[in-house]
């Protein structure tokens, strides 16, 4: 768990680019490998997951470095974040998170919240806060309250919950990658150069099959 807070450090080496690949890395150290693998959205593709928890500061100054770096993914690798309910108050926030997929409002709205929470200390888990934070983004409130409790919103937090507790992270942020590599919370170079390398290992591996 201490690894989370070194995870501060991470803007001051936002610079070190090419020179974080050329590190070694070791299983057990710098990534895990799951026993068994969890099945990804589409095989086609080198899945790589981004599992974070709204309230996490850590979270939060990861947020423009891995938006940057998703960028410039190659075309075979397929990025999506998981909100890890990991306690009572993280699923209130994963909650939050899926109810804004399913109405559309996630691109527009995900940055934004984060903002809120972090600069204006937004808390999530107010929900009577939070309705008037989105209702003064121009969300239809009662929609919003009422697709929360959706079935599609139920399945994606029942997945969530699955997918975090078969990648046994502790904390966030963490990548997940192809369903089988996992990198915990370190440096934000670190754990960006540790998923190129993985995603390289895997695309050697699924050339394999």
């Known amino acids: 768990m201490m690894k989370r807070f070194l995870f501060v450090i ?45 309230g996490c500061p850590h979270c939060y100054e990861f947020e423009p470095l891995v938006e940057r770096w998703v960028k410039a993914l190659p075309k075979d690798v397929a990025f999506k974040r998981i909100p890890a309910p990991l306690n009572r108050n993280w699923e209130t926030a994963a909650r939050v998170y899926y109810t804004l997929e399913s109405m559309g409002l996630l691109e527009k709205l995900h940055g934004p919240l ?28 009662k929609k919003f309250s009422a697709t929360s409790r959706s079935f599609a919103v139920e399945s994606k937090l029942k997945r969530a919950h699955q997918v975090t507790q078969a990648s046994g992270i502790e904390g966030v942020p963490a990548l ?23 995603i390289a290992r895997s695309r050697e591996e699924m050339a394999k099959k």
């Not at 099945?39 to 899945?47: F, L, P, S, V």
């Not at 997940?176 to 993985?198: E, F, H």
């Open 10 to 54: 991470a803007l001051a080496f936002a610079a070190a680019g090419p020179a974080a690949h050329a590190q070694t890395f070791t299983e057990g150290v710098d990534y895990t490998v799951l026993s068994t693998p969890i099945g990804t959205d589409n095989t086609a593709q080198i899945e790589v997951v981004e599992m974070f928890w709204y």
């Open 114 to 141: 984060f903002d809120a929470i972090h600069k204006d200390r937004l808390r999530i888990t107010n929900e009577r806060a939070l309705l008037e934070w989105l209702g003064g983004k121009g969300v239809d409130t």
């Open 176 to 198: 997940m990658v192809n369903g089988k590599y996992v990198v915990p919370g370190m440096t934000a170079t670190r754990m960006l150069a540790i998923a190129d390398m993985l």
